[in-house]
């Protein structure tokens, strides 16, 4: 993770501490809950098993989320959440490519994402627009590809087998 940067201004000495990246764990659900409803993005759809979860962690706080959901050799990324106030540090590629990293690990060969805000950030990760129509049958079946993602959200792929690590 790159290293964050902050300027303060106080007359007591502070502390400053890493965010820590862990999987999910049944008790993160709530606060995943929160976090998934300050950044706008769907919660009705999340798996009862968080396993493929990841959480970015300051304190007791939870800052920042990405979650996978496999099928085969293709998966849905999905939750890519930063607390506002995180928001420019560098928490979202680190996310991206923790799930990166745990893809390749669960043998992923391609990404999937639905986004209505972020194709300009995942361009720059090297994915790319595809019509829906293209979509495979199981990405077509999940929740937000049908239903809680509108019909004008962008759909984007991405190919990591054998591609290096970004």
Do not use: N
Request: glycine share 6%; with cysteine; proline share 6%.
């Amino acid at each position: 993770m790159p290293p964050i940067h902050f300027l303060l201004l106080t007359k007591e000495p502070m502390t400053i501490t890493q965010p820590t990246l862990a999987v999910a764990q049944a008790s993160d659900r709530s606060a995943l809950i929160h976090l998934l409803d300050e950044a706008k993005l769907p919660t009705d759809d999340l798996p009862l098993e968080l396993h493929a979860f990841l959480l970015y962690r300051l304190d007791d706080q939870l800052v920042g989320s990405v979650g996978l959901q496999q099928w085969s050799s293709q998966a849905l990324l999905r939750s890519l959440a930063v607390r506002a106030s995180f928001q420019g540090m560098g928490l979202g590629t680190s996310l991206y490519q923790a799930a990166v990293q745990l893809a390749r690990q669960q043998s992923i060969e391609e990404l999937y994402l639905i986004t209505t805000t972020a194709d300009g950030f995942f361009a720059r990760q090297g994915f790319e627009r595809i019509d829906r129509a293209l979509v495979p049958e199981a990405i077509r079946q999940t929740a937000q590809f049908g239903s809680l993602c509108p019909s004008t959200a962008v759909v984007m792929t991405k190919r990591i087998r054998g591609m290096p690590p970004s």
